[in-house]
T-cell receptor, first 111, second 116 residues
Framework: RKEVEQDPGPFNVPEGATVAFNCTYS??????FFWYRQDCRKEPKLLMS???SGNEDGRFTAQLNRASQYISLLIRDSKLSDSATYLC????????????FGQGTTLQVKP | DAGVIQSPRHEVTEMGQEVTLRCKPI?????LFWYRQTMMRGLELLIY????????DSGMPEDRFSAKMPNASFSTLKIQPSEPRDSAVYFC??????????????FGPGTRLTVL
């Protein structure tokens, strides 16, 4: 089983749609969770951290379910500029500083 | 802050040649990471350093790959000899060990390597 698993997609949605990405992780001792965004031919960039209570940043909402070892990202009112690959990221509790990246979910928002 | 700086941005070389990739982390960061990304394998961690000391090099594919961090502001990843299957984008990233934003990794723009 992969340490971090994501549906690779692609997700093709129209502008204005709401889309949700899910991710599962294997190590129950993980404590830090993130979503990164990677545009085509660019480096990954932090989109948002994920907190136990859930958190929102504008149109983006992240949720964490520790019991199910499940992380989600919800994007409301999708924009063309949201088209990118979204990487689910979890810390490695055995190696301080090390992050484990999922393979990414590709989103294509169409006019 | 300038962010993580990598050079060169693009490198095209022939099989058998030595390739050296360079990275300058964000000033004050304690960790430095080298990743490789391909369509087939995604983002793979090759090696990382804490305070200039290599901590985990289990991702380095083989002896042809080596990395050094002689000081807090500079690291190199060397491939000798290079092979076509080494063609990929190589990212360097850095992060803090303590304080606000601990654990968040900041990536450089990457070096796109093509080995012919």
């Amino acid at each position: 089983r992969k340490e971090v698993e994501q549906d690779p997609g692609p997700f093709n949605v129209p502008e204005g749609a709401t889309v949700a990405f899910n991710c599962t992780y294997s190590n129950s001792a993980s404590q830090s969770f993130f979503w990164y965004r990677q545009d085509c031919r660019k480096e990954p960039k932090l989109l948002m951290s994920v907190y136990s209570s859930g958190n929102e940043d504008g149109r983006f909402t992240a949720q964490l379910n520790r019991a199910s070892q499940y992380i989600s990202l919800l994007i409301r009112d999708s924009k063309l500029s949201d088209s990118a690959t979204y990487l689910c990221v979890v810390n490695n509790p055995s190696n301080t500083g090390k992050l484990i990246f999922g393979q990414g979910t590709t989103l294509q928002v169409k006019p | 802050d300038a962010g993580v700086i990598q050079s060169p941005r693009h490198e095209v070389t022939e099989m058998g040649q030595e390739v050296t990739l360079r990275c300058k982390p964000i000033s004050g960061h304690d960790y430095l990471f080298w990743y490789r990304q391909t369509m087939m394998r995604g983002l793979e961690l090759l090696i990382y350093f804490n305070n200039n000391v290599p901590i985990d090099d289990s991702g380095m594919p083989e002896d042809r790959f080596s990395a050094k961090m002689p000081n807090a502001s500079f690291s190199t990843l060397k491939i000798q000899p290079s092979e076509p299957r080494d063609s990929a984008v190589y990212f360097c990233a850095s992060s803090l060990a303590h304080g606000v934003g601990v654990g968040t990794q900041y990536f450089g723009p990457g070096t796109r390597l093509t080995v012919l």
